[in-house]
């Protein structure tokens, strides 16, 4: 089992441009969630999707868009980058479960907004 | 709101001294708790939750509903303990708040 896999590990973009990061979530796992790392800082929830629909978001604007697909894998979307964006983004997967259930990440895609 | 804070941004210790890494929270219901180690050019990992109460690598962790705290503790630290460590909390399910994370420095 390859467990999460984030793609593309590295990326540089310019400001107004838009990113797509993409993840496979680990074997058997039905949900996934997206986190933004900065620099220093600790991962902040972006949004999680299951069943193809986004079931929560944190605070991040509308510029962060997302999509799963069903095979559960899943795509972030960032338009319009500003700088500020420069950061990881991290995929974690679970199954779809109230408590008691383990939350794997991914390596995560190195975002750089120049 | 739920909140996580870790005070330390660097906890330096010579091996086999003890370790605490402190971790407090803010959260109005009934949390989950977690600690997530980053060993250096790895992935974020689970080390453990409160709910098990397990002790992973040595390293153990008690949920203090009074204090809200849920600190990590190891009594004798290693070399392979130096990584970067993150508390977390869940408070509505598979979604987790972070705190700013401690870097566990252990040296000779």
Request: glycine share 8%; charged share 20%.
């Amino acid at each position: 089992d390859a467990g999460v896999t984030q793609s593309p590990t590295h990326l540089i973009k310019t400001r107004g441009q838009q990113v797509t990061l993409r993840c496979s979530p680990k074997s058997g796992h039905d949900t996934v969630s997206w986190y933004q790392q900065a620099l220093g800082q600790g991962p902040q929830f972006i949004f999680q999707y299951y069943e193809e629909e986004e079931r929560q978001r944190g605070n991040f604007p509308d510029r962060f868009s997302g999509h799963q697909f069903p095979n559960y894998s899943s795509e972030l979307n960032v338009n319009a980058l500003l700088l500020g964006d420069s950061a990881l983004y991290l995929c974690a997967s679970s199954l779809k479960v109230a408590s008691g259930n383990t939350i794997y990440f991914g390596e995560g895609s190195w975002l750089t907004v120049v | 709101a739920q909140r996580v804070t870790q005070p330390e941004k660097l906890l330096s210790v010579f091996k086999g001294a003890p370790v605490e890494l402190k971790c407090n929270y803010s959260y109005s219901g009934s949390p989950e708790l977690f600690w997530y180690v980053q060993y250096s050019r790895q992935r974020l990992q689970l080390l453990l939750r409160h709910i098990s109460r397990e002790s992973i690598k040595g390293f153990t962790a008690d949920l203090n509903k009074g204090e809200t705290s849920f600190h990590l503790k190891k009594p004798f630290a290693q070399e392979e303990d130096s990584a970067m460590y993150y508390c977390a909390l869940a408070g509505t399910a598979s979604k987790l708040t972070f705190g700013t994370g401690t870097r566990l420095q252990v040296t000779l």
